[in-house]
């Protein structure tokens, strides 16, 4: 499981690279809240 600071670096890679090839937007992976965290810790917790 990534760390949240590793998850927000591959987010913001994959979101660099789909907005290179014009397959998303600025919009894709904006974080809202604490959403990304509490998705991360809620995994922990299930495994």
Same mark, same amino acid.
């Given at each position: 499981?990534? &760390?949240?600071?590793?998850?927000? /670096?591959?987010?913001?890679?994959?979101? #660099?690279? /789909?907005?290179?090839?014009?397959? !998303?937007? !600025?919009?894709? #992976?904006?974080?809202?809240?604490?959403?990304? #965290? #509490?998705?991360?810790?809620?995994?922990?917790?299930? &495994?």
């Amino acid at each position: 499981m990534p &760390s949240l600071e590793e998850a927000r /670096l591959s987010l913001a890679d994959l979101k #660099a690279d /789909l907005i290179h090839r014009k397959e !998303a937007t !600025a919009l894709l #992976a904006q974080e809202r809240d604490y959403g990304l #965290a #509490a998705i991360l810790h809620n995994k922990k917790l299930s &495994s």
